[in-house]
């Protein structure tokens, strides 16, 4: 059995969708009795309400595990604490491969999501756990939160440069390679890098949703203060907020862009590229 941990999240559900279908037994851990309806539909074999940050509760929750993948909440304040604690719990359970979902480029210290990552995978590789650690760029998917702004008046906007360059990965990409590394042998002790292959500006992502679209679709720039007022007004938490500040200042400063054929690698055919990932949005196979 395979333990996924922020499994009703984007990223835990799009991973246990994938192993579903490779028909592989998994348990998924999720925060609220609500969300377990929804994770027997994608396929879990067993679902878990636990809090992470209870030492308790993932000891629990390693319990006749083989494998982990561990995915902490994103923008969470207890970050490196679940991080931790999570391979704590699977080093005492004797667990045979410990996955962990970081982020690319994590050793960054003016991004506190990314250092927290970085610290993590500082104590996984000081564990004596076999482990395997999966660093994605940005999802493709992100730009759903703002399809409906997009789709009626051809806006996109972004709360930095419209130049700033990232190499975009499709989420369905991520999943699946994960669901390789759960599967297959040889993946310990390696660290892989997945972005997708191009290094798109927002203008350019800007023109790809045109083309696919059949809209006039232009980039803008949302003003910091706009942006955070929206995202006070839909609940996003202080701390959230202030992360999500920091990184769109180093966005702005670096974008945020990786070169590696590690994705390519474990899924053995091209990954996929923006203007398909848009094909897929417009006919209705993204949620
Ligand atoms: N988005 C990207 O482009 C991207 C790229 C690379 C890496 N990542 C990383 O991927 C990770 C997952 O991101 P995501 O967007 O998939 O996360 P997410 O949608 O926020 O999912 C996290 C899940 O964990 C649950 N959770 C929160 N606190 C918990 C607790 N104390 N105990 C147990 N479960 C708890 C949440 O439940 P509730 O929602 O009910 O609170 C949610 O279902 C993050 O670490 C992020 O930094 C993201």
Redesign the pocket.
């Known amino acids: 059995m395979i333990l996924v941990?922020?499994?009703?999240?984007?990223?835990?559900?799009?991973v246990i969708r994938m192993l579903a279908a490779r028909e592989q037994p998994v348990r998924a851990?999720?925060?609220?009795q609500r969300?377990v309806r929804s994770l027997e539909r994608l396929g879990a074999a067993d679902v878990l309400v636990?809090?992470?940050?209870?030492a308790a509760?993932l000891a629990a929750a390693m319990r006749g595990i083989r494998s982990v993948y561990h995915?902490?909440?994103?923008?969470?304040p207890?970050?490196h604490a679940?991080g931790v604690g999570g391979i704590a719990a699977a080093a005492s359970a004797g667990i045979e491969h410990f996955v962990y979902?970081?982020?690319?480029h994590p050793a960054i210290a003016s991004m506190p999501?990314?250092w927290q990552?970085h610290l993590v995978e500082q104590e996984l590789k000081g564990s004596r756990l076999r482990h395997t650690i999966l660093?994605?760029?940005?999802?493709m998917?992100?730009l759903r939160a703002g399809w409906s702004k997009i789709l009626e008046n051809g806006e996109f906007a972004v709360p930095y440069a419209v130049a700033t360059r990232m190499s975009l990965?499709d989420?369905e990409d991520?999943a699946e390679a994960a669901a390789v590394v759960l599967c297959t042998q040889g993946h310990e002790g390696v660290t892989y890098e997945l972005c997708g292959a191009e290094s798109l500006s927002q203008d350019d992502v800007a023109g790809i949703l045109s083309g696919q679209l059949g809209i006039p679709v232009r980039a803008s720039v949302v003003a910091l203060e706009d942006w955070v007022r929206d995202a006070r007004a839909t609940g996003v938490s202080d701390y959230a907020i202030d992360s999500l500040l920091r990184m769109f200042e180093y966005y702005d400063r670096h974008g945020f862009c990786g070169k590696s054929l590690d994705l390519e690698r474990l899924l053995d055919r091209p990954s996929t590229t923006f203007g398909e990932f848009v094909r897929r949005c417009v006919m209705g196979e993204e949620a």
């Open positions: 941990t922020g499994a009703a999240g984007k990223t835990g559900s799009a851990l999720v925060f609220r969300q636990a809090d992470m940050r209870d509760s995915i902490c909440p994103n923008m969470h207890e970050e679940i979902h970081s982020v690319l999501h990314h990552k660093r994605p760029c940005a999802y998917q992100n990965v989420l991520v």
